[in-house]
């Protein structure tokens, strides 16, 4: 069985560019303008939702024929942002399902629970030899950032929500996933409870004197990779920009220094 990719090589490798639009010319062009210049593209909910499996194809792969003259077809790496969670056979078939796209990064809930995570993981290691592919690098979301110590409590789950992070991360590794998503600010202790090799997603990333918008607890890139990010997750500092991929060096410039 091969084993997903380890460490990112080049610090654009680094860069999971967070596409959150519903309009898929605008997603096309995002990608086709940033292959090369980043580790690939985060896609989630907004689009899958309105355009499907098909949609996340013509953003991921296009054909030469759909390729402008002069740029080289995109062939970008997909993280699916799908997370999911419910009972662990549902989850095991939408795990084999989504690695029909070829996806580098799957994500679930580790809400979920020890039996869905573990069958998260058997699913996608036998659809990866059914399928001839690279295992997709299986990571949880702990506690979403959007939750704080009192939505824990109303949700009957242990706080405070700095734990509850730790516990499911520590969860997420003993049931066989690569990593979980976080937040720049819980690096340091998921680090020290899951040691070097468990990956960290960490969105939440601005650079130097950028608009934050609506995080509100962000990291620079250089910050975060010294802490400890093996990726990270950057929507609006990029997509956002005047020219994408010209943002997109400068961050990955960043990360080197
Ligand atoms: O535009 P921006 O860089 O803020 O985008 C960050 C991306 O990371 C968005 O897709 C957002 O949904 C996602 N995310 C986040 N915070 C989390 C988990 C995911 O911002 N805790």
């Given at each position: 069985m091969t084993e997903p990719a380890p460490t990112p090589r080049r610090p654009q490798d680094r860069i999971l560019v967070a596409i959150d639009t519903a309009e898929e010319a605008r997603a096309v062009d995002l990608s086709r303008g940033l292959a090369g210049a980043v580790g690939g593209i985060k896609l989630g909910l907004e689009f899958f939702n309105a355009h499907g499996p098909e949609g996340v194809r013509r953003v991921t792969r296009a054909t030469p024929e759909e390729t402008p003259r002069g740029q080289a077809p995109v062939q970008q790496r997909l993280f699916l942002d799908l997370k999911f969670h419910d009972i662990p056979n549902t989850v095991a078939g939408a795990v084999r399902g989504a690695?029909?796209?070829?996806?580098?990064?799957?994500?679930?809930?580790?809400?979920g629970g020890p039996a869905m995570m573990t069958a998260a993981r058997q699913a996608a290691d036998f659809q990866a030899d059914s399928l001839g592919i690279v295992r997709p690098m299986l990571i949880a979301v702990t506690?979403?950032?959007?939750?704080?110590?009192?939505?824990?409590?109303?949700?009957?789950?242990?706080?405070?929500?700095?734990?509850q992070v730790v516990r499911?991360?520590?969860?997420?590794?003993?049931?066989?996933?690569?990593g979980v998503v976080c937040s720049a600010h819980e690096i340091t202790a998921i680090r020290a409870a899951c040691g070097p090799d468990f990956k960290l997603i960490v969105p939440?990333?601005?650079?130097?004197?950028?608009?934050?918008?609506?995080?509100?607890?962000?990291?620079?890139?250089?910050?975060?990779?010294?802490?400890g990010a093996d990726f990270l997750v950057i929507g609006r500092p990029?997509?956002?920009?005047?020219?994408?991929?010209?943002?997109?060096?400068?961050?990955?410039?960043?990360?080197?220094?």
């Open positions: 690695m029909q796209l070829g996806p580098a990064i799957l994500n679930v809930h580790a809400a506690v979403l950032t959007s939750l704080d110590d009192d939505d824990l409590t109303a949700t009957g789950q242990q706080g405070p929500a700095a734990e499911l991360a520590r969860l997420t590794q003993s049931c066989g996933l690569d939440g990333i601005r650079p130097a004197g950028a608009q934050t918008g609506d995080q509100k607890r962000t990291m620079t890139p250089g910050e975060a990779v010294a802490s990029i997509t956002g920009a005047p020219n994408p991929a010209e943002a997109a060096a400068a961050i990955a410039a960043e990360i080197a220094a």
